[in-house]
């Protein structure tokens, strides 16, 4: 196990970033070289605890990738993905073992969907195939994550019984996928609670909890997985990744840190200010934007448009807003004016262009404003000029 990780602190949830493995598997989202490099060292910059680079044996260009960033960059535990064969591990461990904190991840699947479909074996014959490969893993690499993929949908005890031998077998990590996004947010926590007093030697690995957001339940689940013990969570930024993607990581951050109390305490090391900039940077070179109401890091996060929140915000910001911009990355909130502005927020905007409107005119000014409003979706600061220098120049409403 890696010496970054601390069983001790039962407070401290790792955050492990997937945004180069499994945000990659986003159709259309295929990264170059030297963008993957570019984004792992934000991800160092932002302190996550894990990158999972790629998956080594997949590609030869994903074997250079990672094991470029397993030379190049510093400060978190770096991965790679493999499937539970030989060969697959022996690639992750060729890309990864330059690191200063390598870490092996390998996995199979569990439930007997499957089971059945995919590899056509017996629930013996995969426990078997797990335990041998976790060992070889750990044989090479102190630090091993192993994963259940599908373990939403494994029967409970068979995965308990997969649970205990992994462990035994060197496995330092145990991850609990939610692979298809298919459990709802109690009955994940349950999971999570029931593995911890069902696997008789839970106590020597870190639980893991892996989200799909396919019923929108990513960010949910993977804190209700927190809240009953899991302490590490694989996220992506911007939550990007195969069909509806992963849990966004800074949801989960964030939640952790604004209603760290209701967490009873559990904390991340995420430097959170830097956020915005690597949500930006992964939007860009991915090309997948993210809608303006995206939590934390959508255009319109901290922007309030209508009349009586602006005048609240302005007041007080605490009204409407549970974190500070400045938190995220962001420089500041914004009141973009649209028909549903008010006074405040046109008189605060005017102040900040230093335009002057007596305040008798304002009665006037306000309805010239709201007219303009009522014919544009957004109004910019051009649009706020011209309309003041135009009532200026006439005394008149345009
Ligand atoms: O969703 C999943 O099950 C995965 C595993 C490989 C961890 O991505
Ligand atoms: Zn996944």
């Known amino acids: 196990m890696s010496e970054e990780i601390n069983l ?51 590609s030869p260009g994903d074997f250079e990738s990672v094991h470029q960033i397993a030379a190049e960059v510093e400060g978190p535990v770096i991965t790679g993905l493999c499937r539970t064969t030989p060969q697959d ?51 090479k690499c102190k630090d091993v994550e192993f994963s259940a993929e599908d373990a939403g949908r494994t029967d409970r005890f068979y995965l308990y019984k997969v649970i205990e ?17 298919y459990t ?29 957001n396919d019923l929108g339940m990513a960010t949910a689940n993977s804190l209700a997985g927190v809240m009953n013990g899991a302490r590490q969570v694989e996220c992506t930024i911007n939550g990007i990744g195969e069909r509806a993607g992963n849990a966004a990581m800074e949801e989960i951050v964030m939640s952790l840190h604004v209603r760290k109390a209701y967490f009873d305490g559990c904390y991340t090391q995420i430097n959170t200010p830097e956020f915005f900039k690597t949500s930006q940077m992964v939007t860009e070179l991915t090309g997948m934007p993210i809608q303006p109401n995206k939590a934390i890091v959508g255009r ?31 420089e500041k909130s914004s009141l973009p004016l649209g028909p549903r502005s008010g006074k405040a927020a046109l008189k605060a905007k005017l102040q900040e262009l230093q335009l002057v409107i007596p ?36 005394g008149q409403p345009l």
């Open 300 to 330: 319109n996060a901290f922007a309030h448009e209508s009349g009586i929140h602006q005048d609240g915000f302005l007041k007080g910001q605490e009204t409407y807003e549970i974190m500070r911009p400045q938190m995220v990355g962001l």
């Open 359 to 394: 305040e008798e005119a304002m009665v006037d000014f306000f309805e010239a404003f709201k007219r303009v409003a009522d014919e544009k979706k957004f109004i910019n600061d051009e649009d706020i000029q011209h309309l003041a220098i135009t009532f200026q120049k006439t």
């Open 89 to 139: 591990i022996e690639a992750t461990w060729d890309a990864i073992k330059i690191a200063k904190k390598p870490r092996i991840h390998t996995f199979i699947a569990t439930s007997d969907i499957h089971i059945a479909a995919k590899f056509k074996k017996t629930r013996e014959e995969i426990l078997n195939i797990a335990t041998d490969m976790v060992a070889l893993a750990a044989s």
């Open 184 to 212: 709802i947010p109690e009955e994940f926590g349950r999971l999570i609670r029931d593995i911890k007093l069902h696997v008789p030697n839970i106590d020597k690995a870190i639980i893991s909890v892996h989200c799909h």
């Open 8 to 58: 001790e602190d039962d407070k401290r949830v790792y955050i492990f970033d997937t945004t180069l493995r499994d945000g990659e598997q986003s159709p259309g989202a295929a990264l170059k070289k030297h963008e993957k490099l570019q984004i792992a060292k934000q991800l160092a910059k932002l302190n996550v605890d894990i990158i999972e680079a790629g998956f080594p044996f997949s």
């Open 165 to 181: 031998a992994v462990i035994d077998a060197g496995a330092t990590t145990v991850n609990i996928p939610d692979t298809v996004g």
